[in-house]
């Protein structure tokens, strides 16, 4: 009786020539249909965080002219504070 020693990688499967042919064209389709979806109308909608950051932007801008008009009417100085 001849003994011989297999190794645990000689006892690996391998995928049927038939499964690894469908995966490569399940991944070929997806791979052609990419970007080619339909353009939504959509797009235009703006998110709530959109708009937050609009009228934070539109506050500092605001704020910073507002700043330079008093600025101008007081002479380049700052105006005092009332604490």
Known sequence: MKLTRVSKFECAQTVSK???EKKVAKFEKNI????VG?????K???EPA???LILFAVLVV???IF???RM???GGIPAEQDS
């Open 67 to 69: 700043q330079v008009v």
């Open 62 to 64: 605001a704020s910073f």
């Open 18 to 20: 038939r499964l690894a």
């Open 44 to 46: 235009t909608a703006l």
């Open 32 to 35: 052609s249909r990419r970007g």
């Open 72 to 74: 101008a009417i007081n």
């Open 38 to 42: 339909p353009i939504s109308s959509n």
């Open 50 to 52: 959109h708009v937050v």
